[in-house]
């Protein structure tokens, strides 16, 4: 699978050259976790085993390794969705098999129970000063965030994270305060606040037409909703486990989402923006 062209000397990669010709940005929304934020790195490997496990005791359960490729299937492919989204799948799934399920908000609950277990060193380590913020930032961040807003371009947040720990964590990371147009999270159990909606509100309340805005994100979800408003979609395949490597799958469903530029992470950020601004 072969961009229609790499940037000369770079690992940017331009998939659709028609749209980028129009570009004039205004505003960019940016998603965190994956894309800016790896503090929760590895949070699939928490909800995976947590999915397979509920769906395995139930009375209709398919055998485990078929649970695996199933619950992986979903999380690749609504990697980006509010959490209580995804929970709502996991609670029909368990019905689907003739389980008794528990609330989506019940198993949202559960499931944070396991990631703050799973993050809480990284948490602490930022707290008390002993880990490094940018050792969990996806490399280039910063600048990308500076090249951007040196240009007038107003950033955003949507996560499908709950709002007070993206903004908790962007503040440990050192990032919250370029984020003038607002950090954008979900709200518990609430299904108010997806990244398709704060696309449509910036749209609206900013009175943009579509390549003024740009989505930018490591999910299939937001590149698909970024895609269908008309925005500019950059895509990040960052192997979060190796920053600087690309993850292939991540960047397969990148591009089936409609992306029209690609990155592995954002140290090429000055030679990326001079790109989109022309």
């Not at 934020?37 to 995976?48: A, D, F, H, K, P």
């Not at 709502?88 to 129970?113: I, M």
């Not at 979609?233 to 690609?262: F, H, S």
Request: glycine share 12%; net charge negative; proline share 3%.
């Amino acid at each position: 699978m072969s961009a229609a062209f790499v940037l000369a000397g770079t690992r940017i990669e331009v998939w659709r050259t028609e749209r980028l010709g129009r570009v004039s940005l205004r505003h960019a929304v940016f998603d965190f976790d994956g894309t800016i934020s790896l503090i929760r790195e590895g949070w699939q490997s928490v909800m995976t085993p947590m999915m397979v496990e509920l769906l395995g005791a139930t009375p209709r359960a398919e055998e485990k390794p078929r649970l695996e490729r199933l619950v992986r299937d979903f999380i690749d492919e609504s990697t980006g969705r509010m959490t209580i989204l995804q929970m709502e799948w996991l609670a029909g799934a368990v019905s689907a098999r003739g389980g008794a399920a528990r609330t989506a908000a019940d198993y949202k609950q559960e499931y944070l129970r396991r990631l703050g277990a799973h993050i809480a060193a990284r948490i602490t380590g930022l707290q008390q000063g002993y880990t490094s913020p940018d050792s969990l930032l996806v490399p280039g961040s910063r600048e990308v965030l500076a090249a951007l807003g040196s240009r007038g371009v107003v950033l955003h947040c949507a996560s499908g994270t709950d709002t007070p720990d993206v903004r908790r964590e962007a503040e440990l990371l050192g990032v919250a305060a370029s984020f003038a147009g607002g950090i954008h999270g979900a709200d518990g159990a609430s299904r108010s606040c997806s990244k398709k909606q704060v696309i449509q509100r910036i749209f609206s309340e900013h009175g943009l037409s579509g390549p003024e805005l740009m989505v930018v994100g490591d999910g299939y979800v937001e590149i698909e909703e970024g895609r269908a408003a008309g925005a500019v979609c950059l895509g990040v395949a960052t192997d979060e486990a190796a920053p600087g490597r690309v993850d292939e799958r991540k960047r397969e469903r990148l591009v089936a989402a409609g992306a029209d530029v690609i990155v592995p992470d954002f140290r090429e950020a000055q030679i990326l923006v001079d790109y989109l601004f022309g």
